[in-house]
């Protein structure tokens, strides 16, 4: 015997305590056409997933040409095609661009997708709609498209998912001369359905039922099964005056083994020797016609092998009735139309009072129906975890975090100072500053260049210079002049920055003023004319924005927030809405790259946001005159560094978010703290010590530093270090995170 197309052996899947698919095993050989049927929920979709490769089995194992599905499910997806239940290719494509889409996925240079589209254009009748848009086709014809396309590369297997769902009896019988036409020229078919006149057609079915294979075999063996017709009964078909309404009455005489409708008449299993003119007569019904005996149908057997495995299952479910003595239940069969005339009679009334009920009542308000829909509306978010975790953990966490990390009282501000001076009185001076708790020293640089670095690098945002001849100056009663140079990115900081060092300046002043001229009586300090005037002054000087012009602070970081928001948001929903649509689990199945789909998908998002990012800083220059400083080659590269990082948080969403309105959600939690703990509005150093810890997690925090050191202060590679070595260990953990997550598989 030749080795089997498709094999299982005890193949299994469970999810968490549900079992979806338990101990299935059988084969397919070439070239047939093999039917997997079974009621909704059985477990068919899994088994195909688990075929493909693309969902991984629990236990057992299943081979497919030969290879197995859990290491060689790359080798496999070449070389077999699919068919989704539900129509997953691209509503907003075109027939011709769906088709070519798919044979560039597999490969197919310009010249065999020409000749592969017009082979599969004539098999499927398509070629008069190549322009037409795939959302708008009919359901036959995009379940025609969805064959063209899982044919394009000539497959050795087709699998198809209840194709023909949804779609008119025309188009089934359509679809299916196609099938036959595959299989005639050697293509394998794995076909799943719950029609049974689709089973009829198969060469081979296999019937699933609670996750269990209950038979497998050609329609015509299953059909003789003995538990089908068992021994010493016959099968009968009747025609009987409205035959519904004698279904259950006939189910219930102790003779009837099975009593099933078949449009206008009823198929009778009867114990031998009764005949349907002895049932008939019990129930005092006279037929229509002549009752003749009919061999079993596909239904019949499914139907007798369901009932079974229901009988196993729950044997302690057996009704009353059925355990009652022969001539009891007879005489309950007898007696139960006598009865139901009398809840008929009572029906009726019941029916006439509520329609008269109905009739008094009067239009309904507009009020009307409102409890309805709120009971509906509260059990939709009952059962909807993430929703209520964002709407109640999350608000309490943020307004925590942003209770404590938002403060406009502007204290240490980062201040660095080049003492030439050195001596007692100059230390002093420094110290005063440190002690008006606006001013928090990091460093005392012993060089200009390192007294600048640290300004234009932002590490510092104030700069304190001493003369050298400080203490000689107020020694000698002359007036000592300092220097003090404010960063005027953030005009909050500096305009806090400059009014506080005047401040100071002034109040040691009249410290010395009342000091010396106590003493001696003169005044404190001359200026180069000769005058008296105050022993110091401070002179401040804005540094990048002299101004105080906010628009210079906000502005620049608004374009790193608006590159987020576009990226993450673009992102996170293309993915997630595929997804939703079902394209996604299509491309999983293809041989397509997981580096080949990731960066597919990622690089025209990227492209939309560069035009974004020229966009708005074209704005920033010629709108609100904020101009770069800075090189722009170096702030192009780092805003495509930044945007790559803001991809992977995008990518990242998508991997956690089922739904696009969890991906509104999830951006959502990820675009707050990127606005209000990056510093785009609020210091960070005015932010408790966890908090501002936390910020650096932030890759917005990153990319606003380097915004602003570029375009306020003319930063270069150097000063931006740290900030550029920030970015890159969070964008690298980010897309690792999101490559890992991003999988080529249905998560479970």
């Given at each position: 015997?030749?080795?089997?197309?498709?094999?299982?052996?005890s193949l299994s899947r469970s999810f968490g305590s549900l079992v979806a698919v338990q101990d299935v095993?059988?084969?397919?050989?070439?070239?047939?056409?093999?039917?997997?049927?079974?009621?909704?929920?059985?477990?068919?979709?899994?088994?195909?997933?688990?075929?493909?490769?693309?969902?991984?089995?629990?236990?057992?194992?299943?081979?497919?040409?030969?290879?197995?599905?859990?290491?060689?499910?790359?080798?496999?997806?070449?070389?077999?095609?699919?068919?989704?239940?539900?129509?997953?290719?691209?509503?907003?494509?075109?027939?011709?661009?769906?088709?070519?889409?798919?044979?560039?996925?597999?490969?197919?240079?310009?010249?065999?997708?020409?000749?592969?589209?017009?082979?599969?254009?004539?098999?499927?009748?398509?070629?008069?709609?190549?322009?037409?848009?795939?959302?708008?086709?009919?359901?036959?014809?995009?379940?025609?498209?969805?064959?063209?396309?899982?044919?394009?590369?000539?497959?050795?297997?087709?699998?198809?998912?209840?194709?023909?769902?949804?779609?008119?009896?025309?188009?089934?019988?359509?679809?299916?001369?196609?099938?036959?036409?595959?299989?005639?020229?050697?293509?394998?078919?794995?076909?799943?359905?719950?029609?049974?006149?689709?089973?009829?057609?198969?060469?081979?079915?296999?019937?699933?039922?609670?996750?269990?294979?209950?038979?497998?075999?050609?329609?015509?063996?299953?059909?003789?099964?003995?538990?089908?017709?068992?021994?010493?009964?016959?099968?009968?078909?009747?025609?009987?005056?409205?035959?519904?309404?004698?279904?259950?009455?006939?189910?219930?005489?102790?003779?009837?083994?099975?009593?099933?409708?078949f449009g206008e008449t009823i198929h009778l299993l009867l114990q031998q020797p009764s005949s349907p003119?002895?049932?008939?007569?019990?129930?005092?019904?006279?037929?229509?016609?002549?009752?003749?005996?009919?061999?079993?149908?596909?239904?019949?057997?499914?139907?007798?092998?369901?009932?079974?495995?229901?009988?196993?299952?729950?044997?302690?479910?057996?009704?009353?009735?059925?355990?009652?003595?022969?001539?009891?239940?007879?005489?309950?069969?007898?007696?139960?139309?006598?009865?139901?005339?009398?809840?008929?009679?009572?029906?009726?009334?019941?029916?006439?009072?509520?329609?008269?009920?109905?009739?008094?009542?009067?239009?309904?308000?507009?009020?009307?129906?409102?409890?309805?829909?709120?009971?509906?509306?509260?059990?939709?978010?009952?059962?909807?975890?993430?929703?209520?975790?964002?709407?109640?953990?999350?608000?309490?966490?943020?307004?925590?975090?942003?209770?404590?990390?938002?403060?406009?009282?502007?204290?240490?501000?980062?201040?660095?100072?080049?003492?030439?001076?050195?001596?007692?009185?100059?230390?002093?001076?420094?110290?005063?500053?440190?002690?008006?708790?606006?001013?928090?020293?990091?460093?005392?640089?012993?060089?200009?260049?390192?007294?600048?670095?640290?300004?234009?690098?932002?590490?510092?945002?104030?700069?304190?210079?001493?003369?050298?001849?400080?203490?000689?100056?107020?020694?000698?009663?002359?007036?000592?002049?300092?220097?003090?140079?404010?960063?005027?990115?953030?005009?909050?900081?500096?305009?806090?920055?400059?009014?506080?060092?005047?401040?100071?300046?002034?109040?040691?002043?009249?410290?010395?003023?009342?000091?010396?001229?106590?003493?001696?009586?003169?005044?404190?300090?001359?200026?180069?004319?000769?005058?008296?005037?105050?022993?110091?002054?401070?002179?401040?000087?804005?540094?990048?924005?002299?101004?105080?012009?906010?628009?210079?602070?906000?502005?620049?970081?608004?374009?790193?927030?608006?590159?987020?928001?576009?990226?993450?948001?673009?992102?996170?929903?293309?993915?997630?809405?595929?997804?939703?649509?079902?394209?996604?689990?299509?491309?999983?199945?293809?041989?397509?790259?997981?580096?080949?789909?990731?960066?597919?998908?990622?690089?025209?998002?990227?492209?939309?946001?560069?035009?974004?990012?020229?966009?708005?800083?074209?704005?920033?220059?010629?709108?609100?005159?904020?101009?770069?400083?800075?090189?722009?080659?170096?702030?192009?590269?780092?805003?495509?560094?930044?945007?790559?990082?803001?991809?992977?948080?995008?990518?990242?969403?998508?991997?956690?978010?089922?739904?696009?309105?969890?991906?509104?959600?999830?951006?959502?939690?990820?675009?707050?703290?990127?606005?209000?703990?990056?510093?785009?509005?609020?210091?960070?150093?005015?932010?408790?010590?966890?908090?501002?810890?936390?910020?650096?997690?932030?890759?917005?925090?990153?990319?606003?530093?380097?915004?602003?050191?570029?375009?306020?202060?003319?930063?270069?590679?150097?000063?931006?270090?740290?900030?550029?070595?920030?970015?890159?260990?969070?964008?690298?953990?980010?897309?690792?995170?999101?490559?890992?997550?991003?999988?080529?598989?249905?998560?479970?």
């Open positions: 015997m030749t080795q089997p197309i498709i094999d299982l052996q095993s059988f084969q397919v050989q070439r070239g047939s056409i093999f039917g997997l049927l079974g009621p909704n929920g059985s477990g068919k979709s899994t088994i195909i997933r688990m075929l493909l490769g693309i969902l991984p089995p629990s236990r057992g194992e299943a081979y497919v040409l030969g290879m197995n599905v859990r290491t060689d499910a790359e080798q496999i997806k070449p070389r077999v095609g699919y068919m989704s239940q539900q129509f997953s290719l691209y509503g907003d494509l075109s027939v011709q661009e769906n088709i070519d889409f798919y044979g560039r996925i597999y490969g197919l240079d310009r010249q065999r997708l020409d000749e592969r589209r017009e082979a599969v254009l004539a098999l499927t009748g398509l070629s008069d709609r190549l322009p037409q848009l795939a959302a708008t086709l009919s359901g036959g014809w995009k379940q025609r498209l969805a064959l063209a396309c899982s044919l394009i590369h000539e497959p050795d297997v087709l699998f198809l998912d209840e194709p023909t769902a949804g779609i008119d009896p025309v188009a089934r019988r359509q679809l299916w001369d196609l099938l036959f036409d595959l299989s005639g020229r050697g293509v394998t078919l794995f076909v799943t359905t719950h029609y049974m006149d689709e089973a009829e057609r198969c060469t081979e079915v296999g019937y699933i039922y609670n996750s269990q294979l209950l038979v497998q075999g050609k329609p015509e063996q299953l059909k003789k099964l003995p538990q089908v017709t068992p021994q010493g009964t016959s099968r009968f078909e009747i025609r009987v005056p409205e035959p519904a309404r004698h279904l259950v009455s006939l189910r219930q005489l102790p003779d009837v083994r099975d009593a099933t409708l003119a002895d049932v008939l007569n019990q129930l005092g019904i006279k037929p229509s016609g002549d009752p003749h005996q009919v061999p079993p149908s596909l239904e019949d057997v499914f139907v007798t092998l369901t009932s079974n495995a229901d009988q196993q299952r729950s044997a302690s479910d057996e009704p009353v009735n059925s355990k009652l003595p022969a001539e009891a239940r007879r005489i309950v069969s007898l007696e139960e139309p006598q009865a139901k005339r009398h809840d008929s009679t009572a029906m009726s009334t019941s029916e006439d009072s509520a329609k008269a009920d109905i009739a008094t009542a009067g239009p309904r308000g507009t009020w009307a129906g409102l409890w309805a829909v709120l009971i509906k509306e509260l059990v939709h978010i009952r059962r909807q975890p993430t929703t209520l975790f964002f709407m109640l953990v999350v608000p309490v966490m943020q307004t925590i975090i942003f209770g404590y990390a938002i403060d406009t009282q502007i204290e240490n501000i980062p201040t660095v100072v080049f003492n030439m001076d050195g001596r007692q009185q100059s230390r002093e001076l420094v110290e005063a500053f440190e002690n008006t708790r606006r001013f928090q020293l990091i460093d005392q640089v012993r060089s200009e260049e390192a007294f600048q670095r640290s300004l234009s690098s932002g590490r510092a945002k104030v700069g304190l210079r001493i003369p050298p001849n400080y203490v000689d100056q107020t020694l000698r009663g002359e007036q000592a002049k300092l220097q003090v140079l404010i960063d005027g990115s953030d005009s909050q900081v500096a305009s806090t920055a400059q009014s506080t060092a005047q401040l100071l300046g002034l109040n040691l002043s009249i410290q010395m003023a009342m000091a010396k001229g106590d003493a001696l009586q003169l005044a404190p300090a001359r200026d180069a004319a000769g005058h008296g005037t105050l022993p110091i002054e401070v002179r401040t000087r804005m540094l990048y924005n002299p101004d105080l012009d906010s628009s210079h602070f906000f502005v620049p970081g608004l374009v790193g927030i608006i590159l987020q928001l576009v990226t993450l948001f673009l992102t996170s929903f293309a993915v997630v809405r595929e997804r939703e649509l079902g394209t996604l689990e299509q491309l999983f199945v293809t041989p397509v790259g997981r580096t080949g789909l990731l960066l597919g998908k990622l690089l025209p998002y990227a492209l939309v946001g560069f035009v974004t990012l020229l966009t708005v800083l074209m704005v920033m220059i010629y709108v609100f005159g904020v101009e770069i400083r800075g090189s722009i080659t170096l702030l192009l590269a780092l805003s495509m560094l930044f945007m790559v990082c803001s991809l992977g948080l995008g990518l990242l969403v998508s991997t956690i978010a089922k739904t696009q309105l969890e991906a509104v959600q999830f951006a959502f939690v990820i675009m707050l703290p990127s606005v209000l703990l990056s510093g785009f509005v609020f210091p960070r150093s005015e932010m408790p010590l966890p908090i501002y810890l936390a910020t650096f997690a932030i890759p917005a925090t990153y990319f606003i530093e380097i915004l602003r050191g570029v375009v306020l202060r003319g930063a270069d590679l150097i000063d931006l270090a740290p900030w550029v070595v920030g970015l890159t260990i969070c964008g690298m953990a980010v897309l690792t995170l999101s490559v890992f997550r991003f999988q080529k598989r249905i998560h479970a």
